[in-house]
């Protein structure tokens, strides 16, 4: 399958062998209509191809500009959302710090099976194009550690309460960082990408010159011009796939900013980090 090709093989190899066809098929394509037309047939019409061309490629570039856009800032926004939930796991764990001996040890327990699962099960199942499902099990076993709590003094009861907040939120991002992983551009703005890309470089064939050779350096140029944003859109269409595509460092930076607080979890005493 063409998807599992390109998100399984470097960017840079699956980019080349897409450059190398698109540029190939677009020089084949004007062999082909420069023996169907005659040179001097097109010569004729040079100045109204190119005005033609030119009202063509703005209209397309403009598309393809947006596409870009729309791909890129989708990429940005799931960097923000995975993000953002590492950052609620780890302030959930400060705040259990504020919560006695093993009440709070439970509450971290979870949350550090609920990271090692995120990071060891999940990404490598969100890498293969597959929705991750596992980490709903640690997170649910979460949720109940931090219900089934008995607070016995008021500041407890505030500490649960904010907990509970925070956790709605983390279930939130991590139910954005899902539907991130599945969306992707729809199949017909694909057929507009690349019919648009087709009309473009066809009308380049209208034109008539002297050297034919001339005429594909600059039918290949046109190609490769959009080629080189097809690549970058198929590239960042699946945020969570291939080489260009988000890793959990955030995860890991979290999981490695509770070394810093292991020694005051030990004690249950948050004054230590002050």
């Known amino acids: 399958m063409f998807t599992d ?39 004729a019409h040079n100045e109204l191809a190119g005005f033609t061309v030119a009202v063509i490629s703005v209209v397309y570039a403009v598309l393809l500009a947006f596409i870009a856009i729309a791909t890129w800032e989708s990429y940005t926004t799931a960097e923000d959302v995975v993000q953002s939930e590492a950052d609620y796991v780890g302030a959930l764990y400060r705040d259990t710090l504020g919560l006695p001996g093993q009440m709070g040890q439970d509450v971290r327990n979870d949350l550090e099976l609920y990271v090692q699962t995120v990071i060891h099960q999940e990404w490598p199942v969100q890498h293969e194009g597959v929705m991750p499902h596992r980490g709903w099990e640690p997170l649910g076993r979460l949720h109940l ?11 407890e009861g505030v500490i649960q309460g904010e907990m509970l907040k925070t956790l709605n939120d983390l279930y939130r991002a991590r139910e954005s960082r899902l539907s991130a992983a599945e969306g ?90 002050r």
Not at 5 to 30: D, E, K, N
Not at 145 to 155: E, F, L, S, Y
Request: proline share 5%.
């Open 5 to 43: 090709f390109v998100y399984s093989t470097p960017t840079w190899l699956w980019g080349s062998i897409f450059m190398v066809f698109l540029c190939g098929s677009a020089c084949a394509g004007l062999v082909v209509f420069d023996r169907l037309v005659h040179v001097d047939i097109r010569r």
């Open 145 to 155: 550690a931090i219900v089934r709590m008995q607070p016995k003094t008021i500041g």
């Open 184 to 273: 992707h551009i729809p199949d017909v703005i694909w057929w507009i990408i690349f019919l648009g890309g087709a009309l473009v470089t066809a009308f380049t064939y209208l034109f008539g010159f002297h050297d034919l050779r001339m005429h594909m350096v600059m039918t290949a140029a046109v190609a490769a011009s959009m080629g080189f944003v097809v690549v970058l859109i198929i590239a960042l269409d699946w945020p969570f796939r291939g080489q260009v595509s988000i890793a959990p460092d955030a995860f890991v930076k979290v999981e490695r900013s509770w070394t810093a607080l292991a020694p005051t979890a030990e004690t249950g005493n948050p004054q230590a980090t």
